[in-house]
């Protein structure tokens, strides 16, 4: 996994470069699930990087996550993730659910702040430092400064256009960018198929 863009900022150790202002979104439609997120963080309230990679495949590409966080919390969750992925590579709810039960009592996991949103071919879950494993009833989720911005137009979307997962998703992170400042129009998004019957009823 390289962290290519943190260096450049290395003489800027003692701050926090956030991922919690940006936004993640998820969406399953037909046969498709679609997540995508923006590319800025940020700096207290300067922009340092328009165009960060947010979203990483895992498992060879049969796991998608999506993270917002503070930069080192973010990527060590994801790092966690990756090793259970690994202990329990058929059953993504079972690797999720035991880096929950870390996360929310080692010592060192419970201090991260960082939110992270799984899709695999069937599945699309929310983790949260609290221990909360959450699968969404109709495939939309999001996460993020600019997250409820971006899941309501998801909704509407879905709801009212025949668009595909990919092109909601990149709608909806567009109309998030016009409204919440810590989100940008450097937009990221990876798809997977879908087995049709598994997927949710929308």
Same mark, same amino acid.
């Given at each position: 996994?390289?962290?290519?863009?943190?260096? !450049?900022?290395? %003489?800027?150790?003692?701050?926090?470069?956030?991922?919690?202002?940006?936004?993640?979104?998820?969406? /399953? =439609?037909?046969?498709?699930?679609?997540?995508? *997120?923006? %590319?800025?963080?940020?700096? *207290?309230?300067? +922009?340092?990087?328009?165009?960060?990679?947010?979203? =990483?495949?895992?498992?060879? #590409?049969?796991?998608?996550?999506?993270? !917002?966080?503070?930069? @080192?919390?973010?990527?060590?969750?994801?790092?966690?993730?990756?090793?259970?992925?690994?202990?329990?590579?058929?059953?993504?709810?079972?690797?999720?659910?035991?880096?929950?039960?870390?996360? =929310?009592?080692? =010592? +060192?996991? /419970?201090?991260?702040?960082?939110?992270?949103?799984?899709?695999?071919?069937?599945?699309?879950?929310?983790?949260? #430092?609290? *221990?909360? +494993?959450?699968?969404?009833?109709? %495939?939309?989720? @999001?996460? #993020?400064? %600019? #997250?409820?911005? !971006?899941?309501?137009?998801?909704? !509407?979307?879905?709801?009212?256009?025949?668009?595909?997962?990919? &092109?909601?998703? /990149?709608?909806?992170? /567009?109309?998030?960018?016009?409204?919440?400042?810590?989100?940008?129009?450097?937009? +990221?998004?990876? &798809? $997977?198929?879908?087995? $049709?019957?598994?997927?949710?009823?929308?």
């Amino acid at each position: 996994m390289s962290h290519v863009w943190i260096p !450049a900022f290395a %003489g800027m150790a003692k701050h926090t470069f956030i991922f919690s202002m940006t936004t993640i979104l998820t969406v /399953r =439609r037909d046969d498709k699930v679609a997540i995508g *997120g923006d %590319g800025q963080v940020t700096l *207290g309230s300067s +922009v340092m990087k328009a165009d960060a990679n947010k979203i =990483r495949k895992l498992l060879d #590409g049969q796991v998608i996550t999506g993270f !917002a966080g503070s930069t @080192a919390d973010a990527f060590a969750l994801l790092e966690r993730f990756e090793m259970k992925l690994k202990d329990y590579p058929s059953n993504i709810p079972r690797a999720a659910t035991e880096l929950a039960k870390e996360w =929310r009592t080692d =010592r +060192v996991l /419970r201090r991260l702040e960082a939110m992270m949103i799984v899709v695999a071919a069937s599945t699309t879950l929310l983790l949260s #430092g609290t *221990g909360d +494993v959450i699968a969404p009833s109709d %495939g939309i989720l @999001a996460i #993020g400064s %600019g #997250g409820n911005y !971006a899941m309501s137009a998801a909704k !509407a979307l879905i709801a009212h256009s025949s668009l595909s997962a990919t &092109e909601v998703v /990149r709608e909806s992170l /567009r109309i998030a960018s016009e409204i919440d400042i810590y989100t940008n129009t450097n937009v +990221v998004i990876e &798809e $997977l198929t879908s087995p $049709l019957t598994n997927l949710h009823k929308m």
